[in-house]
Each structure stands twice: as C-alpha cells, then as structure tokens.
C-alpha cells in the first residue's frame, strides 16, 4: 500500500519542470563539471533528472522513486540517514529541498553525519529550507514539520557540524509554489528573474550553500 503522506505529495503538477530547471541553472555555479551529485529527498527527482554530472543518484524513501528517476540516475529507496550504497568521501554536491524540517535532533545527527562521510573534503551541500522567521504563519501546515529552521538557526546548526557557509541567502523562493494561482507564475523567464532580483516579495524559503572542511 503507498503511503498516505506520498499518496497526497506525488500529485501531478506540469508547472514543476519550468520551476526547477530555473533553480537548476542558479545552481550551476555550486556544481562542478563532472560532479558526482546525490539528491536528498529527491521525491519527483526534478532536480537530479536535470542537473548535469559525471555520477548522479537520487535518494528518497518512497516507494514511488523509481518511477521519477531519469535512466541517467541511480535512484536509491532509503531514509536520508542510510547512504549505505554510496562510497566514503566521493560525493562533490549534495542537494536538499525542503528535507530537513521534516527530521528530529537525533535523525538530523544521523543524516549529517552520512552527509560528512560520503562527501569529499571540500564538497558542498546545497540546502532549500523554509525559512520559519519568514514563513511562521505557514509552517506547521504540513504536519510532518519537526524541526524549526531560521536562517540564523540553520547557519548555527551547519557550523555545528564543521560545514563552512559560503552562501547564505534567507530569500530566495515563496514557502510554496503549489497555491493556483501561483505567487510567481511558472514561466521561466519570470522564475530566473525572480531568482537573481535583490528583492523578492512573499519570500519564504532560504538557500544555504556549505563545504564540508
């Protein structure tokens, strides 16, 4: 039987591609040529099914992962903190969206710590949050949310762990881009013009960008 919360997350949405192939390219400049990129949470796999790399894997523990993952990608059913299948130290990126206010304290130590062993020394871990100090009034609609995420705790936590933050930006999307009609319409000039302006209403999502040391 799939799993209720997947049953209500996997829902068609033909929007999705122009969305992240924008995100995609801002993110370009995080992402070596060649890289080896695991994608965390990867649910549809719209980021990892469009980024470009020597060595691609998608992880999600939805049963559903298969099903989304481009032949290019090797998709991995497991929780994030089981990365069992992935070599020590021969990850360049690792990706995240809207994953880890979904973990308690202990599953976060336990993700972060696969994290640490399979990147390389100077790989980069990409994370997408909800920002809770833009977002509060929304947060907890989801009621899987655990864990509180600002940026300034999000920052904290990532130092916590020996990771540098090279980028911080507590703006950078809406908390959610699902609500029709949409806050920005999902034409890609628009979302790429969002995405680069230095003033980005209704913002409530952030991007942080950290290298493990």
């Not at 609500?179 to 991007?207: C, D, E, T, W």
Request: proline residues 7%; charged residues 25%; glycine residues 2%.
């Amino acid at each position: 039987m799939k799993d209720a919360y997947y049953a209500s997350r996997f829902t068609p949405d033909p929007n999705r591609s122009a969305v992240w192939s924008e995100i995609v390219r801002y993110h370009k400049r995080f992402i070596p040529e060649n890289a080896t990129v695991v994608d965390l949470g990867a649910g549809y796999c719209d980021f990892i099914n469009l980024v470009r790399g020597k060595k691609k894997y998608a992880v999600d523990s939805s049963p559903e992962l298969p099903n989304y993952a481009h032949a290019s990608v090797e998709a991995i059913q497991a929780v994030a903190w089981d990365l069992s299948k992935i070599s020590s130290d021969s990850v360049d990126v690792i990706h995240a969206s809207n994953l880890f206010e979904h973990f308690s304290d202990d599953e976060l130590a336990r993700v972060m710590a696969e994290v640490k062993r399979v990147l390389k020394k100077g790989g980069k871990l990409i994370l997408m949050q909800p920002n809770y100090r833009l977002a509060y009034k929304t947060y907890f609609d989801d009621p899987t949310h655990k864990k509180v995420f600002s940026d300034a705790a999000l920052e904290s936590f990532l130092v916590s762990h020996e990771m540098d933050v090279v980028c911080k930006m507590p703006r950078f999307l809406p908390f959610s881009l699902r609500s029709r009609p949409s806050i920005i319409p999902a034409h890609p000039l628009i979302v790429r013009a969002y995405l680069h302006s230095p003033v980005k209403p209704f913002a409530g999502q952030m991007l942080f960008v950290s290298v493990k040391k």
